[in-house]
T-cell receptor
Framework: DSGVTQTPKHLITATGQRVTLRCSPRSGDLSVYWYQQSLDQGLQFLIQYYNGEERAKGNILERFSAQQFPDLHSELNLSSLELGDSALYFC?????????????FGPGTRLTVL | AQKITQTQPGMFVQEKEAVTLDCTYDTSDQSYGLFWYKQPSSGEMIFLIY??????QNATEGRYSLNFQKARKSANLVISASQLGDSAMYFCAMIQTGNQFYFGTGTSLTVIP
């Protein structure tokens, strides 16, 4: 158990809908990262937050948004869902930023868009 | 151009032998970091090892070592004394300026008893 929790574990929804994925980092970790893993695109970095502020943005679509709350949990909002958004979404956390190494991953949320 | 290239889609290794998983990267930055992750069939992602571009010594973490050859832009993962539990997908990744983060396509490692 990495100490990072993600809810829900599975999510099935329809095209055009909006969903929210939630992540709670390990106690004491200030950085949260979101990743998408799909068959088409492989693993992609979406976005990083550090202590409530956006720190880095990767291949995140405009239909997607994220935030980190004062208690450091983070939410990834996916809207106007398309079939191609079906993927495994990972959250990870670390004490500081990425350049330093160790990240701890949550178990992921499996999103299926029908 | 691909930022991270893993040319071995699949690898096999005998239990207790060492194995090297290849990774080459493409960047013009002086400051960058290289990572390896493991993803077992259960799906979770596990951080294995990190190497900073200014680190002069190769990173090691237990049975994992990163063979960092800066001039060749390679960051191969060496797993010593392979175990059955090492069977998994392995991803190489790089972070560069602006915290831009890139993954390779992965190598599937199978450890044979």
């Amino acid at each position: 158990d990495s100490g990072v929790t993600q809810t829900p574990k599975h999510l099935i929804t329809a095209t055009g809908q909006r969903v929210t994925l939630r992540c709670s980092p390990r106690s004491g970790d200030l950085s949260v990262y979101w990743y998408q893993q799909s068959l088409d695109q492989g693993l992609q970095f979406l976005i990083q937050y550090y202590n409530g502020e956006e720190r880095a943005k990767g291949n995140i679509l405009e239909r997607f948004s994220a935030q980190q709350f004062p208690d450091l949990h983070s939410e990834l909002n996916l809207s106007s869902l398309e079939l191609g958004d079906s993927a495994l979404y990972f959250c990870a956390s670390s004490v500081v930023g990425l350049a330093g190494g160790e990240q701890f991953f949550g178990p992921g949320t499996r999103l299926t868009v029908l | 151009a691909q930022k991270i290239t893993q040319t071995q889609p699949g690898m096999f290794v005998q239990e207790k032998e060492a194995v090297t998983l290849d990774c080459t990267y493409d960047t013009s930055d002086q400051s960058y970091g290289l990572f390896w992750y493991k993803q077992p069939s259960s799906g979770e992602m596990i951080f294995l090892i990190y190497q900073g571009s200014y680190d002069e010594q190769n990173a090691t973490e237990g049975r994992y070592s990163l063979n960092f050859q800066k001039a060749r832009k390679s960051a191969n993962l060496v797993i010593s004394a392979s175990q059955l539990g090492d069977s998994a997908m392995y991803f190489c990744a790089m972070i560069q300026t602006g915290n831009q983060f890139y993954f390779g396509t992965g190598t599937s490692l199978t450890v044979i008893p």
